[in-house]
């Protein structure tokens, strides 16, 4: 018997004589196993040799550490820059895409729509303001800017509707640009209408002061422009033909609608209708032939209502108004 071998535990000894030497045998083939394997094995040298191959820090001392977690293995030099270029190139691609949508949001246009029956006011980004009438769409560049702190050549805005502009004095120009005209100004207050009637477009503009020029866009020459000087100047472009003479005429008519009222001048009936809905946002229709009513001049200064201009027109008209479950309609009394 191997004197190095532990004697079998007590509580493993049985009580029977033949039985404990089966037991005996049975322990001392374990421990003969055991060091055989320890012999030809050896745990220590084998992670030393993969500590080698993997460049791992030495196996810990068992006696001193037992009890201890094992240390993290720091990691490789290689790691650390393979996740530092990706780290780099991730940064780099997401600037990227900012700057990408950054600069595809600055060059959308800045725009301010009405709808039927609302109306607003516009700071613009020098300061000058806009009152913008119902069913209008103003737009212009933020920051009247080319690029991000770079200033465009001029203060541009565009407009399909009607506005009343009041401009700052500045060294740029500014113009406002309908679909078939172009208005420049420095330092003025006027109002600009560009709608479209019978599929053909018209711009007006009124002049309240200072001093502007009004092309048309499709001016080849100075002689298809028109300046308006005086308070009160009126001219008009219509389709791609050259503006009207100047004309006078009264203020209170571009004044009207920033008050609250409704103005209107020499107007077909169906023409006033049109008008009505957009600055009260309610459906209007005439049950009778347009060619059956006369032109007609309204011009309420202030809070005008929609009833009280329908009882106005149909007095004069000859017709009677009624509310429907749209809106209302003209009817001719019976």
Not at 212 to 222: F, M
Not at 288 to 299: K, R
Request: glycine share 6%; hydrophobic share 35%; proline share 7%.
């Amino acid at each position: 018997m191997d004197h190095n071998m532990p004697p079998l535990p007590p509580d493993l000894r049985p009580p029977d004589a033949d039985a404990a030497r089966d037991y005996e045998r049975i322990w001392t083939a374990l421990y003969r196993t055991d060091a055989a394997q320890a012999s030809e094995y050896d745990v220590d040298a084998a992670w030393a040799d993969l500590a080698d191959r993997l460049d791992l820090a030495p196996l810990p001392d068992p006696v001193e550490d037992r009890g201890n977690e094992r240390t993290a293995r720091p990691p490789h030099e290689k790691d650390d820059a393979r996740s530092s270029r990706y780290v780099r190139t991730l940064a780099t691609a997401v600037l990227v895409v900012c700057a990408v949508a950054a600069g595809w949001w600055w060059q959308q246009p800045v725009s301010v729509t009405t709808a039927a029956g609302e109306q607003t006011t516009v700071t613009l980004p020098d300061g000058s303001t806009a009152e913008v009438n119902s069913a209008t769409r103003l737009s212009y560049r933020r920051g009247f800017q080319s690029l991000p702190w770079v200033p465009a050549s001029r203060r541009r805005v565009r407009l399909t509707g009607e506005a009343f502009f009041d401009v700052d004095e500045a060294d740029r120009p500014f113009h406002v640009v309908t679909p078939n005209a172009r208005i420049e100004v420095l330092g003025t207050t006027f109002g600009v209408r560009a709608r479209t009637a019978d599929d053909r477009s018209e711009t007006t503009v009124t002049l309240s002061s200072g001093r502007v020029r009004l092309t048309p866009t499709t001016a080849t020459s100075a002689t298809s422009e028109v300046t308006l000087s005086e308070a009160g100047d009126r001219s008009r472009v219509v389709e791609e033909q050259g503006p009207t003479s100047p004309e006078t005429v009264d203020l209170k008519y571009v004044r009207a609608w920033r008050n609250g009222g409704f103005a209107i001048r020499n107007a077909a009936l169906p023409t006033v209708l049109g008008e009505l809905e957009r600055r009260f946002g309610v459906p209007l229709s005439l049950r009778v032939a347009p060619s059956e009513t006369a032109p007609m001049t309204l011009h309420y200064a202030a809070e005008a209502q929609i009833e009280e201009v329908l009882r106005d027109i149909c007095v004069i008209q000859g017709l009677s108004y009624r509310e429907t479950s749209q809106g209302y309609e003209l009817v001719r009394d019976d």
